[in-house]
């Protein structure tokens, strides 16, 4: 892109972020393998009027189930999981059908058949602090437990029908957990964002407080005003599935390796055959 068209695009950013009262943004874009756009717009912090930078940390939602897919993807390749096994191999979870199982596979693709469960909506609305603690979730267990025990059902066999479900990859992210013997984001960080330079990124709420450069959240009020909202889901349900900070510029990182075959720099974190794999419904 040259220079002009990218000033043209910040004009529609900005004409976007005025209709739509964005406070602040930032975007990156990568072209054959490399960086070639990063910038922010607008503010991170309206009270201190501080700058959103390409370097602004704050939530990058569900594209964390990315990395959690990925590193399945890795133990895959390491031989220690098959993406065909039932969850239930790993896991005490009683969803499904023995006859006809959930597995792996079905969650990277939604197509587990399970409806959204409530357990990570438990855990975002109680960041909130609007939920007394009546459905204790204070372990794996009580997880595992809750949704197992959830008044859902089974719509069609797995791998027919796309239903959005958040539980299904807190699930996969415990099975990094066991398989490994670690915490999910040391996994993480060790074996996906290390190896990228990706070394702001987290999902721990003490390292996004240590950093400068980081959002603070906002939401419209009734009245139509920006209300400040720090209410990002620093609870180990939602890592999985939507927990990780990040930044455009290390996230460029991230788009560079998948779209070199799992290659950034001299890292290859991941083998491009194991990538389409994943990538095929």
């Known amino acids: ?6 000033e043209e695009v910040e004009q529609i950013i900005v004409e976007i972020m005025r209709e739509f009262k964005i406070p602040g943004l930032s975007i990156g874009v990568v072209k054959d393998g490399k960086s070639i756009y990063a910038k922010g717009f607008g503010a991170r912090n309206l009270e201190k009027n501080l700058p959103f930078t390409p370097d602004t940390l704050f939530g990058i939602g569900s594209i964390s189930k990315s990395f959690t897919t990925l590193a399945v993807m890795q133990l895959y390749e390491q031989e220690k999981i098959d993406i065909q096994d039932p969850v239930g191999k790993y896991l005490n979870f009683k969803l499904g059908k ?10 990277f693709s939604h197509s587990a058949g399970i409806p959204e469960l409530d357990g990570n909506v438990v855990a975002l609305i109680r ?47 415990l099975i990094v957990k066991k398989i490994t013997n670690m915490k999910f984001e040391d996994y993480i960080k060790e074996n996906i964002l290390k190896p990228l330079e990706m070394n702001r990124s987290t999902y721990l709420k003490q390292n996004f407080e240590k950093e400068d450069d980081v959002l603070t ?9 920006l209300v400040k909202d720090a209410t ?16 455009v510029r290390e996230m460029q990182n991230y788009i560079i390796a998948l779209i070199n075959g799992g290659k950034f720099n001299q890292s290859q974190i991941i083998q491009k055959s194991s990538l389409e794999k994943m990538w095929t419904p």
Not at 98 to 107: A, E, G, R, Y
Not at 217 to 225: E, M, N, T
Not at 232 to 246: E, N, Q, R, T, W
């Open 1 to 6: 892109m040259s220079k002009t068209q990218f």
């Open 232 to 247: 990002h889901p620093f609870d180990k349900i939602v890592y999985a599935p939507g927990g990780l900070l990040s930044s």
């Open 98 to 107: 023995k006859n006809n199982p959930i597995k792996i596979f079905h969650i």
């Open 217 to 225: 959240g906002y939401l419209p009020s009734d009245d139509d005003k």
């Open 127 to 173: 960041q909130l602090g609007s939920l007394d603690p009546i459905i204790p979730m204070s372990s794996w267990d009580d997880f595992l437990l809750h949704i197992n025990n959830a008044n859902t059902e089974i719509f069609g066999s797995p791998g027919k029908y796309f239903f959005y479900n958040n539980d299904m990859f807190t699930c996969l992210g």
